[in-house]
């Protein structure tokens, strides 16, 4: 979060309003989108993730732009429930963004969303070109239909809070 920001991180998980969905990647981040009642989602774009890190004023700008709730961070994990390096990555980068933006997060089991994601696209006719270019927002959306559809399951957000320690999180199984 900026220094000089008096806005207070908001932790509790909101039940109602827009949510972006994001697949962070090490070349790329998807995002995707929700209506206010978090009945449709949609792909929105791809973001570069190489200086992420410096990308505070684009997140915060989106969630002024798209009035977004809360954001949904895809946490890989293996098919055994360990986490890896990249699971590690993927927490760093969801507790940054609570920070930065003063929005709340959850992360949530993302696997097998690029697998669902190449899937649908190769449904839609998508080529190798476009496919490589909407992947990371397909996926994002993969994400965010089955955080909804968990968190509507069990009547409450689904997967887990940014601060909570690694565990493997909550799938739409769990």
Same mark, same amino acid.
């Given at each position: 979060?900026?220094?000089?920001?008096?806005?207070?991180?908001?932790?509790?998980?909101?039940?109602?309003g827009r949510l972006a969905g994001v697949d962070f990647g090490t070349v %790329?981040? !998807?995002?995707?989108?929700?209506?206010?009642? $978090?009945? &449709?989602?949609?792909? =929105?774009?791809? +973001?570069?993730?190489?200086?992420? $890190?410096?990308?505070? #004023?684009?997140? %915060?700008?989106?969630?002024?732009?798209?009035?977004?709730?809360?954001?949904?961070?895809?946490?890989?994990?293996?098919?055994?429930?360990?986490? *890896?390096? /990249?699971?590690?990555?993927? $927490?760093?980068?969801?507790?940054? @963004?609570?920070?930065?933006?003063?929005?709340?997060? %959850? =992360?949530?089991?993302?696997?097998?969303?690029?697998a669902d994601a190449k899937r649908r696209m190769m449904a839609g006719g998508y080529t190798r070109g /476009?496919?490589?270019?909407? @992947?990371?927002?397909?996926?994002? =959306?993969? @994400?965010?239909? *089955?955080? &909804?559809?968990?968190?509507?399951? +069990?009547?409450?957000?689904? !997967?887990? #809070?940014? +601060? *909570?320690?690694? !565990?493997? !999180?909550?799938? =739409?199984?769990?």
């Amino acid at each position: 979060m900026q220094p000089d920001s008096e806005e207070p991180i908001k932790t509790e998980f909101p039940s109602e309003g827009r949510l972006a969905g994001v697949d962070f990647g090490t070349v %790329r981040i !998807g995002i995707s989108i929700c209506d206010p009642d $978090r009945i &449709l989602a949609s792909p =929105l774009e791809i +973001h570069p993730a190489e200086n992420w $890190r410096d990308d505070g #004023d684009y997140f %915060r700008e989106l969630v002024r732009l798209e009035k977004i709730s809360g954001f949904v961070v895809g946490l890989p994990i293996h098919c055994d429930g360990g986490e *890896s390096q /990249k699971s590690a990555e993927c $927490r760093d980068f969801a507790k940054w @963004l609570a920070e930065e933006t003063s929005t709340p997060v %959850r =992360l949530f089991d993302e696997r097998f969303t690029t697998a669902d994601a190449k899937r649908r696209m190769m449904a839609g006719g998508y080529t190798r070109g /476009k496919e490589k270019k909407r @992947l990371d927002a397909v996926a994002a =959306l993969v @994400l965010l239909e *089955s955080f &909804l559809e968990a968190s509507r399951y +069990h009547q409450e957000p689904a !997967g887990e #809070d940014v +601060h *909570s320690n690694a !565990g493997g !999180g909550q799938s =739409l199984d769990s």
